[in-house]
């Protein structure tokens, strides 16, 4: 959807924001626990990189050696490169199902990445970010997640279709966005997505964000 245009980065992320409740959140925290736990510069990857935010509130806030930020949209990366002027970020065009690092970064982030693949592919793309972590390395990924029933499925849609509809998008778009479910991108539970980082190979894994449909969880290699 969004990820196929190219907006400016003020205009990318004000439409997400009236999309994703507390998108911002999940940045701010992500930068929170990174700045906890190293106190040495880092080596970062990020997967899915879009316009370039996670980048650019890395390099500001944080010791960043260096960053590569991978999308698979030229149209973004053209985006991020022109917001992010720092010559400690390498943007490159790939999809996560193609990385190819070993032991090479101190954190990985994948943003609203992993719930676009199909079951296999989720599971060889975070194997591929297990991989590209160092001992004891951070994997954080934020996905749109499924409730455990269709009760609560019908129930946080409606929830997430009127925050759309109350942050100034209209019915028809808010009701667009709903029917993207499980036919643009295809979510699995919550503990789904904790079984899979455990069977990648992450022996630490942990709830670290979750409010209306999405989640984050941080996996410690």
Same mark, same amino acid.
């Given at each position: 959807?969004? $990820?196929?245009?190219?907006?400016?980065?003020? $205009?990318?992320?004000?439409?997400?924001?009236?999309?994703?409740?507390?998108? %911002?959140?999940?940045?701010?925290?992500?930068? %929170?626990?990174?700045?906890?736990?190293?106190?040495?510069?880092?080596?970062w990857l990020d997967?899915? #990189?879009?316009?370039?935010?996670?980048?650019?509130?890395?390099? $500001?806030?944080?010791?960043?050696?260096?960053?590569?930020?991978?999308?698979?949209?030229?149209?973004? /990366?053209?985006?991020?490169?022109?917001?992010?002027?720092?010559?400690?970020?390498?943007?490159?065009?790939? /999809?996560?199902?193609?990385?190819?690092?070993?032991?090479?970064?101190?954190?990985?982030?994948?943003?609203?990445?992993?719930?676009?693949?199909?079951?296999?592919? $989720?599971?060889?793309?975070?194997?591929? #970010?297990?991989?590209?972590?160092?001992?004891?390395?951070?994997?954080?990924?934020?996905?749109?997640?499924?409730?455990?029933?269709?009760?609560?499925?019908?129930?946080?849609?409606?929830?997430?279709?009127?925050?759309?509809?109350?942050?100034?998008?209209?019915?028809?778009?808010?009701?667009?966005?709903?029917?993207?479910?499980?036919?643009?991108?295809?979510?699995?539970?919550?503990?789904?997505?904790?079984?899979? /980082?455990?069977?990648?190979?992450?022996?630490?894994?942990?709830?670290?964000?979750?409010s209306y449909m999405?989640?984050?969880?941080?996996?410690?290699?």
């Open positions: 959807m969004l $990820r196929k245009q190219a907006f400016s980065p003020e $205009r990318y992320d004000k439409n997400i924001v009236a999309t994703l409740p507390y998108y %911002e959140e999940y940045f701010k925290q992500i930068i %929170e626990i990174v700045h906890t736990a190293f106190h040495i510069p880092i080596a997967i899915g #990189c879009g316009t370039g935010k996670m980048a650019d509130m890395a390099i $500001r806030n944080l010791q960043v050696e260096n960053m590569i930020c991978c999308d698979s949209s030229p149209q973004m /990366l053209k985006i991020a490169k022109e917001r992010v002027c720092s010559l400690k970020v390498d943007f490159r065009e790939t /999809l996560i199902q193609n990385l190819q690092y070993d032991s090479n970064f101190d954190v990985i982030t994948a943003i609203l990445i992993t719930h676009y693949l199909e079951y296999e592919e $989720r599971i060889e793309s975070i194997r591929n #970010c297990y991989n590209a972590l160092k001992k004891n390395g951070l994997f954080f990924t934020v996905e749109n997640f499924a409730p455990n029933n269709d009760m609560f499925k019908r129930l946080y849609l409606e929830w997430w279709k009127n925050y759309q509809y109350e942050n100034g998008k209209s019915e028809e778009e808010c009701q667009s966005h709903v029917l993207r479910y499980n036919t643009e991108y295809f979510p699995v539970t919550i503990m789904e997505q904790i079984h899979v /980082l455990q069977e990648c190979g992450f022996k630490n894994v942990e709830i670290f964000w979750c999405q989640v984050g969880i941080l996996g410690i290699k």
